[in-house]
């Protein structure tokens, strides 16, 4: 049955309609941020008008958001409440103890998402051990339940220390407080996040409290709008991890869904990699608001449990609201189309990280914004066809553009707005060198002899620009790259990820204790993915997380999926110390070994697409247009060729610079490179010489 994958985005959103017979039809629509679910259902109508199906006939609606990440970033969640320890209520506030610039004055750290008059103390303690060292005060909690009524509080998280280890305090504070308030919008740090470390701990818990009134509201006027529409396919959203899951999962943990829709981008990633033999690629993701950067080695793209939002500093680790959740490795930057430019003091461009979004949008789309974005410069210097923006959903306004460029960046600095134009695409694209830089250098990788991956509607104009700079010569442009993340969804598997602390030494291995773990982890998350897997063959991966004895972070070790035995500890120790080699080219002698957490991944088993053959060499076709353009490698004017992707056959190669054009996107080739299409139709573009 046909399926539908929709990705919501702080300009657009996309839909892709995946058809029986293995054909895809995809749409923009600008986002309705005052009421997402519109953009959701005005694109679904028009979709299947496109396909001539009826609402009803679709099998599968699978969604990723950016609904909760920007409701974290701009602070529009829900007036939350924190329950906590007594003695505890300013750890959310102390954060690391650290400043995460250690030499600037005026640093600011990100305010806690709830305020320290909400912050509420519980007479009660647990003891690392779970061993309870002070009774839980019941009558402390309905007093607090009734402030919380009293002050108009909308959400509750409760974080009490070492709940990951006897979760049996939090559980009665909830029962005790949903006498107060709906227990939907209360959030325990022993479900959401049952691990040590306790700032973690409680940031991720408030995170998700702090989300779910708004998270609940969507998702069932989502619902209740697709049912009003004639759609009756179930509902799964895309998680963080690259997995999806249910609604109902999604209700209770929103935070996971943080990311969902970059996640769907490397997934995408990851398969077109599997289809062109790609071992080593950077997943590039380029839309209206953000840039996303992804490493991808052996065909699995990059896996954390730690993920810093809004952060105040870029790319400076600890400035941010950190979440502990299972999430795809990536590095974002404010860098996307609608990213906005403008001088500083010292009169240097600058792009982002603010954009101007939908509404009012960059100044070309004459919806009201006057400052000159990325949009605008790749408009004005010919990159784009303002008649067929878009699919021809939007007509810009290329006066419009030049106007915002000339007066909020050129005249100041004494340019032509071409000039101008030029300084801000090259500005934006160095951002996100940089960052990828630094992200490949984090991880002991570097970008330099990779393929870089592009997609996303601003990506294939920026991807060979941004590939010269990282020393990369092989660029692919996906099919459908405009609204890739949508397509990388319908290829996702429906997961889940279970998370326990339970430090273990390894020198005192507990096989039995381990074991009983595994199992209790896997009937959790099994319980998860059969809501929607019901008979589905699952694939299962165990991680642990472990260090030399006395470091402060841990170390991801895969697991086989097996019972262990007497000799486990020295079978864990060994792997810890290759993966440990990998990362830091040596090991540490006679340091003893610890676990801190174990986490288990359970989806649906399927395998990744086999590598496509080679195609052969073809002709291609003439031009069917020029256009005058700005040369992004030169800086010349040229008349570069245009090719209707559709035209071009596989194996047929053209040289830039020349233009690519397509419904949702449009794909640059600056002088000194060739492209054409390969098995699968994607376009791969090289660098001559």
Not at 108 to 127: I, K, Q
Not at 231 to 257: C, D, K, N, Y
Not at 404 to 415: S, Y
């Amino acid at each position: 049955m046909p399926r539908l994958a929709v990705d919501i985005g702080g300009t657009f959103t996309d839909l892709v309609l995946a058809l029986p017979d293995g054909s895809t039809l995809s749409t923009k629509i600008l986002t309705s941020h005052g009421a997402p679910e519109e953009a959701v259902l005005a694109g679904a109508r028009r979709i299947l008008a496109q396909a001539k199906l009826p609402p009803s006939a679709l099998g599968l609606v699978i969604h990723g958001t950016t609904l909760a990440t920007n409701a974290l970033i701009e602070r529009k969640g829900a007036k939350t409440a924190l329950l906590t320890t007594d003695g505890f209520r300013d750890s959310l506030e102390i954060a690391y103890e650290h400043r995460f610039e250690q030499y600037d004055l005026y640093m600011e750290r990100p305010e806690p998402l709830v305020t320290r008059p909400w912050r509420l103390e519980v007479p009660e303690r647990m003891a690392s051990d779970g061993s309870v060292l002070k009774p839980l005060d019941e009558d402390a909690v309905r007093h607090l339940g009734e402030q919380c009524v009293a002050a108009g509080i909308e959400a509750a998280a409760i974080c009490f220390l070492h709940s990951y280890q006897n979760p049996a305090h939090e559980q009665r504070a909830r029962s005790i407080l949903a006498d107060y308030l709906p227990e939907r919008v209360i959030a325990i740090s022993a479900e959401v996040c049952p691990e040590i470390r306790e700032y973690e701990r409680a940031s991720t818990t408030v995170a998700n409290a702090y989300v779910l009134p708004l998270m609940e509201r969507y998702l069932a006027r989502l619902e209740a709008g697709l049912r009003e529409a004639g759609i009756t396919a179930p509902l799964l959203l895309m998680m963080s991890s690259g997995g999806i899951t249910t609604v109902e999962t999604a209700r209770r943990f929103p935070v996971r869904l943080v990311e969902s829709g970059p996640a769907g981008g490397a997934i995408l990633a990851q398969l077109i990699a599997a289809s062109a033999g790609i071992d080593r690629a950077l997943a590039f993701d380029m839309g209206g608001t953000t840039a996303k950067i992804t490493l991808i080695d052996d065909l699995q793209p990059q896996q954390a449990r730690h993920f810093e939002i809004a952060r105040a500093a870029r790319f400076v680790k600890g400035s941010g609201i950190p979440v502990r959740i299972p999430v795809i490795d990536m590095v974002e930057i404010g860098a996307g189309g609608g990213s906005i430019a403008r001088t500083d003091a010292l009169k240097r461009i600058t792009v982002g990280p603010d954009s101007a979004g939908a509404a009012p949008g960059p100044a070309c789309y004459a919806r009201g914004g006057t400052l000159p974005t990325v949009t605008d410069a790749d408009l004005l210097l010919g990159w784009i066809d303002a008649a067929n923006f878009a699919g021809g959903h939007i007509t810009l306004e290329p006066p419009r553009a030049v106007t915002a460029v000339r007066e909020r960046v050129a005249d100041g600095l004494g340019m032509t707005p071409e000039q101008a134009a030029l300084g801000i695409t090259e500005i934006v694209t160095e951002t996100m060198a940089s960052a990828a830089r630094v992200h490949a250098v984090e991880n002991g990788k570097e970008t330099a002899g990779r393929t870089l991956i592009a997609f996303g509607g601003a990506a294939p104009l920026h991807a060979a620009r941004l590939a010269q700079k990282l020393g990369i010569d092989r660029v692919l442009i996906p099919v459908g790259a405009g609204v890739g993340s949508a397509h990388g969804f319908l290829g996702a598997a429906l997961g889940y990820e279970v998370v326990r602390s339970r430090v273990m030494r390894l020198t005192e291995f507990d096989a039995a204790t381990l074991n009983a773990l595994f199992a209790e982890m896997r009937a959790e998350a099994e319980a998860v993915v059969r809501l929607g897997a019901a008979g589905a063959p699952l694939a299962e991966t165990r991680t642990a997380y472990m260090r030399y004895r006395g470091q402060g972070h841990e170390v991801a070790v895969t697991l086989p999926n097996e019972a262990y035995g007497a000799d486990g500890g020295a079978r864990l120790h060994a792997l810890f110390e290759e993966a440990y080699r990998a990362l830091y080219g040596r090991t540490i002698p006679g340091l003893a070994v610890e676990a801190l957490s174990w986490t288990l991944a359970l989806a649906e088993s399927r395998p990744l697409p086999s590598r496509l053959p080679d195609v052969a060499p073809a002709a291609a076709p003439s031009a069917t247009a020029t256009r005058a353009l700005t040369d992004p490698g030169t800086g010349e004017a040229v008349d570069a060729a245009v090719h209707p992707r559709a035209s071009l056959p596989p194996g047929a190669r053209i040289t830039g610079p020349a233009v690519i054009i397509e419904a949702e996107t449009t794909t640059l080739v600056p002088t000194g490179f060739t492209a054409g299409p390969i098995a699968g139709g994607h376009i791969l573009i090289e660098r001559l010489g």
